[in-house]
């Protein structure tokens, strides 16, 4: 269905306000900007911030919410023959020579000065928490659909695949911090990934095709 006048004008709206508001936490830290702020900023009223954004939190991580459900949705368009790991392998190595932020192997000053704002954060970083809640809980049902998995299979599997992603990053990110150059560590990084992925076919490959 082709995006009318009025949702994209608030679509438009909603990435402003979120782009002021992160401009803003990101100068002054989060815990020293007030809505009022963000709202005074971006020339709106405070209840029309509040009718795009319940939250300050929100405001910060609308810039990842396209992120969410991304796992389940590779795993539910993959082509056929292809398992849910190999598409999820596959998946991740096109983010790591892209450089996705998401695979922690993005060093523009921009995107990490983010990630530092949302970890050292200690609300933003729970709400991150819950968002890896809700995209294991939608993985492991796209498993369970595609992949003939039982209940358990699947959310046992969505656990570890989201866990492993996510160290993965956390690896990639913590050696960007120290001043290694992303070029440098980009085989390193596929070869940590195979690695990853290895084990978990390794003890899922019989139970997920």
Same mark, same amino acid.
């Given at each position: 269905m082709t995006e009318g006048l009025r949702e994209r004008k608030k679509r438009r709206t909603r990435q402003t306000l979120s782009e002021t508001a992160i401009a803003l936490f990101l100068e002054h830290g989060f815990d020293r900007v007030s809505v009022a702020d963000v709202a005074a900023a971006a020339e709106v009223s405070k209840p029309t911030?509040?009718?795009?954004?319940?939250?300050?939190? !929100?405001?910060?991580?609308? #810039?990842?919410? !396209?992120?969410?459900?991304?796992?389940?949705?590779?795993? #539910?368009?993959?082509?056929p023959g292809h398992s849910p790991l190999a598409a999820l392998r596959t998946h991740f190595h096109t983010g790591l020579d892209a450089r996705e932020p998401v695979t922690g192997l993005c060093d523009i000053p921009q995107v990490m000065a983010y990630r530092d704002l949302l970890y050292g954060t200690p609300s933003l970083a729970a709400r991150l928490t819950a968002y890896a809640a809700v995209d294991e809980r939608a993985l492991a049902e796209a498993i369970q659909q595609t992949a003939g998995a039982d209940d358990l299979t699947a959310r046992l599997a969505a656990a570890q695949i989201v866990s492993v992603q996510h160290l993965l990053a956390r690896d990639n990110w913590r050696r960007l911090s120290t001043g290694q150059d992303p070029a440098e560590m980009l085989r390193e990084a596929h070869r940590e990934a195979d690695t990853a992925f290895d084990l978990l076919e390794s003890g899922l490959s019989r139970r997920l095709g």
């Open positions: 911030l509040f009718r795009y954004f319940p939250s300050k939190e !929100d405001l910060a991580l609308h #810039r990842i919410a !396209d992120h969410q459900g991304e796992a389940a949705r590779v795993v #539910r368009e993959r082509p």
